[in-house]
């Protein structure tokens, strides 16, 4: 097993590498370079000052030094220096990141109590009207946007009950409560896109399982239906459920980008969309390369994740 | 082709309409949803004919006037013609959506084949990239994309298409790796023929379906990835309308005094990406072997 980890972790090296060379080159597809455009922002500077900000930046070097020098930093966990704020991109990222994770496992449970009860109803009793009410529901996740479906949830609340979101964020360790209840909205919006996903993968995992010689036979000695259910069928249907949880974890990062503009979460999402609308390429590239390693790192626990959950499967 | 019972499926299979009416009479949701997408398609192409005001014109009507007989889906702070302006974003979602999943299924299936078919080194270097592409998540691809680039109907569609290449050459690769098994591809390479008719004569055919499936899947995927873009205010600009756009700025400063400003954007976008998911789900029905039959 522990062999298996190790090898898993190495060979994600190479990936990661590819990753990052992904993350430092699309911000540097913008045209002319960074300096030009502070240029725009700040106003006229002389050639003498030009040529210090880009030693300073390190944009006068060539691409590959730039990107080697840049690496070396991020391997050691200096991933520079904003360029409008001054601020270390390291410590912005280590700021906003418990946000985004805790917003993402709370839609992470939500979908996964939503969509497990309902995916296996819907497989035991199919073709019943639950089950297309069910599959229905799971449609209209998939195709609502999370950020229609935020801002129709903003009107409803805000003309019924009169809640609005709240517009300062509170860390879970100083008042739970008020945390809990600034993210209770984004993660409901966001665990109901997740169950979609998962209910229908749970449904179909079911419906293959329940088909199963050994599940007639639980079934043929007496065992009670819920057990059957639960203890023969389930616990085999998991692996493909836990895949599906992996395969989403990328679009779940992707839409807290989303959901935290909108509800002013002060996560790594929205540290993103500042850089990018502000063009800070030095924070950018540094948010895009931690979020893509927390995608790396989800789908890696969920394939170690496998062998917890399967006791037929060994890793050698 | 022989069946398990020794019958061969030449004789029990009806012809190509009997099939597609047994279809659809099993999949009233198919049927349904085609219908709607060749409506949104129709509204897209015809949309000039259809809109009752020029969707960009201000003051076409009061502003914020409430959706009644003359402004069906009511006017915004500007003062247009909001039904309108939904129908223009029909053609730019739809246009920018095919024409981002026709370029991804291009180069989507050109990685796919060459990873798939020659599978070594080739493989390797190429699969990597996609599992590179992979790791970001496709909406942030994309918006870093479109930031980068700056604004354009031609950069959004390079972002949508970096959103959509991954999913096609994962599925491309893997189809090609089940077919290169067939006997009939030994027999065409033992034959003579050229790696590129093989590819392309021979192995193309099997990827035609799931390939079919996926892009409808992914057209969805492309139209709320558009939405977001613009949403967030990096996707279609003023004067051109999108329905993300239509529901960002304004519309949402003001949709406590009116709500029609975000319903009717919204339900633009669910029902059109609804039909569009409900299609693909029929087609997959269809086309995978695997699920025929288990429903």
């Keep these: 097993m522990l062999q298996y980890i190790a090898g898993r972790v190495l060979a994600s090296v190479p990936l990661l590498l590819l990753v990052s060379l992904l993350a430092f080159s699309v911000v540097r597809l913008i045209p002319g370079d960074a300096v030009m455009l502070m240029v725009a922002e700040i106003g006229n500077l002389s050639q003498q000052q030009l040529a210090q900000i880009r030693a300073e930046l390190g944009v006068d070097r060539p691409f590959p030094q730039q990107f080697l020098i840049w690496l070396a930093g991020a391997a050691q966990g200096d991933l520079g220096r904003s360029i409008w704020t001054g601020r270390s991109v390291g410590r912005e990222i280590l700021r906003t990141l418990p946000v985004t994770a805790e917003l993402a496992l709370l839609s992470i449970a939500i979908s996964l109590l939503v969509a497990i009860p309902i995916g296996i109803v819907s497989a035991v009793w199919r073709n019943s009207p639950f089950d297309y009410s069910g599959r229905l529901l799971a449609m209209v996740g998939l195709s609502v946007p999370e950020f229609a479906l935020a801002t129709v949830a903003l009107l409803v609340l805000s003309l019924h009950v009169g809640w609005v979101p709240s517009l300062v964020y509170v860390p879970l360790w100083e008042e739970p409560w008020r945390n809990l209840g600034t993210l209770a909205v984004p993660s409901l919006i966001l665990g109901f896109g997740l169950a979609a996903v998962t209910m229908r993968m749970t449904r179909s995992a079911m419906l293959e399982v329940l088909r199963e010689d050994y599940v007639r036979t639980a079934r043929s000695k007496g065992l009670p239906e819920i057990a059957v259910i639960v203890r023969h069928a389930l616990k085999n249907a998991f692996n493909p459920i836990v895949t599906i949880i992996g395969v989403q974890a990328r679009r779940l990062i992707g839409s807290t980008v989303i959901i935290e503009t909108i509800f002013a979460l002060p996560g790594i999402g929205r540290l993103t969309i500042d850089a990018l609308l502000n063009r800070d390429f030095i924070q950018l590239q540094g948010c895009i390369l931690v979020i893509a390693l927390a995608v790396v790192l989800l789908n890696l626990l969920v394939d170690l994740s496998y062998a917890w959950l399967d006791p037929r499967i060994h890793y050698r | ?295």
């Design chain 2, 1 to 295: 082709m022989v069946q398990p019972d020794g019958v061969p499926r030449a004789v029990v299979t009806p012809s190509r309409l009997g099939r597609c009416l047994w279809y659809a009479r099993r999949n009233p949701a198919g049927v349904v949803s085609a219908l709607l997408v060749l409506g949104v398609i129709l509204v897209a192409i015809f949309g000039d004919f259809l809109a009752p005001f020029d969707p960009a014109r201000v003051a076409a009507g009061p502003r914020l006037s409430r959706p009644g007989a003359r402004y069906l889906f009511g006017t915004d702070h500007l003062g247009r013609d909001l039904l309108s302006r939904i129908i223009a974003g029909t053609r730019v979602a739809l246009f920018l959506g095919f024409t981002s999943i026709l370029a991804s299924t291009v180069l989507g299936t050109a990685i796919g084949l060459l990873a798939g078919w020659f599978e070594g080194f080739v493989d390797q270097v190429l699969s990597r990239l996609v599992d590179a592409l992979m790791a970001v998540p496709a909406l942030v691809l994309a918006l870093a994309l479109v930031a980068m680039l700056g604004p354009g109907f031609d950069k959004i569609i390079i972002a949508l298409t970096a959103f959509s290449i991954p999913t096609v050459a994962r599925t491309v690769r893997g189809t090609v790796l089940a077919a290169k098994q067939n006997l009939y591809i030994e027999v065409a390479r033992a034959l003579g023929g050229t790696t590129s008719r093989v590819l392309l004569r021979h192995i193309l055919p099997n990827v035609t379906a799931p390939l079919i499936i996926v892009m409808t899947l992914q057209l969805g995927a492309a139209i709320l990835g558009e939405a977001a873009l613009s949403f967030l205010g990096l996707g279609v600009q003023p004067p051109a309308v999108s329905w993300g756009q239509m529901l960002s700025g304004p519309a949402r400063r003001m949709m406590e005094q009116a709500p029609w400003l975000v319903i009717f954007p919204t339900l633009a976008i669910s029902v059109t990406v609804l039909a569009i998911n409900f299609l693909g789900d029929a087609l997959r029905d269809i086309w995978d072997p695997k699920l025929r039959g288990s429903e």
